[in-house]
């Protein structure tokens, strides 16, 4: 079968690697490299897709979700009047995910590699995949060579590659610069709000907005906190809801550091073998 090991390239240091030793093990003649483009990506992420298909000697096709259903991320969170729900985010969902599926419905291929690295939590997270989505045929170079994100990072500078600027900038993920990641957590925002209030801003007014439609809160995060929780009251908006005082906004949490985050690759919700992170256990993840 000709071009039959299908590479997922997300635009983060991880794929990037990942994509490069497959091709390193089957030949550029039987590898394709495709990103999945949410329209939603830092501008410097298609630099870094040109300098990683130039290091490849591949060209890095395109597929997206945006176009067909959606015009734009925010028709999906209005589309559903939600930012996350139980198997994470609503936006992962519907233009990674279900745009991966339905290419694999559509192509043939051996092999589907991810760049899952070498850490527990993505183990697990191979293994969930492995086990529960057999279909995908997926393998992982990065935990077969060991290579943990660091790995990762002196790999492509040794390759005289410029990293993602979001790394630069203190981000721990190349994840949707267009808005802010909805999976950031409480550090995250608190960086965005610093960094980019303008970008914080504009998700402060989504939230808003969605909670209207909905009738009833929508955030992206909340609090873990004993008090909040025997309150009930564990939502925290980014910006104050008039409407909802009794809710914190983020002005109301302690500092917290970026934390890493799971690189939005086409395949979310595949970490049921692992037990909550600390950036997931901010998140608000909505079960109706």
């Given amino acids: 079968m000709n071009r039959d090991i299908v590479c997922w390239w997300s635009g983060g240091i991880t794929s990037a690697v990942a994509c490069k030793k497959a091709i390193e093990i089957y030949g550029k003649e039987r590898c394709r490299v495709v990103m999945i483009d949410t329209h939603n990506e830092h501008e410097d992420t298609y630099r870094f897709k040109v300098d990683c298909s130039e290091w490849y000697g591949i060209e890095i096709e395109t597929i997206s979700g945006i176009g067909d259903k959606y015009s734009k991320i925010q028709d999906v969170w209005e589309k559903y009047k939600s930012l996350n729900v139980a198997h994470g985010a609503i936006c992962s969902t519907e233009l990674k995910r ?61 390759a005289g590659l410029k990293i993602p600027i979001m790394y630069e900038m203190g981000f721990k993920n190349n994840n949707c610069f267009g808005t802010g990641c909805v999976q950031g957590g ?29 009738g009833k809160p929508v955030t992206m995060l909340k609090d873990q906190s004993k008090a909040a929780k025997e309150s009930g009251r564990t939502l925290v908006f980014l910006r104050k809801h008039p409407d909802y005082p009794e809710y914190k906004c983020l002005d109301d949490m302690p500092e917290r550091k970026v934390q890493p985050l799971f690189e939005c690759n086409g395949f979310c919700g595949t970490n049921d073998l692992n037990e909550r992170t600390e950036t997931e256990g901010q998140i608000n993840f909505q079960f109706d």
Wanted: aromatic share 14%; charged share 30%.
């Fill in 98 to 158: 279900s745009v991966r599926e339905a290419w694999q419905r559509d192509n043939e291929f051996t092999h589907q590699v991810f760049g899952f690295e070498f850490e527990k939590k993505e183990f697990n997270r191979g293994l969930s995949l492995t086990m529960n989505h057999p279909a995908a045929k997926p393998i992982y170079p990065l935990l077969m060579y060991g290579l943990n994100k660091k790995d990762c990072i002196k790999i492509v500078q040794d």
């Fill in 186 to 214: 409480i550090g995250y925002w608190q960086k965005m709000k610093r960094d980019f209030p303008d970008k914080f801003e504009e998700m402060s007014n989504v939230e808003h907005k969605l909670t209207a439609m909905r």
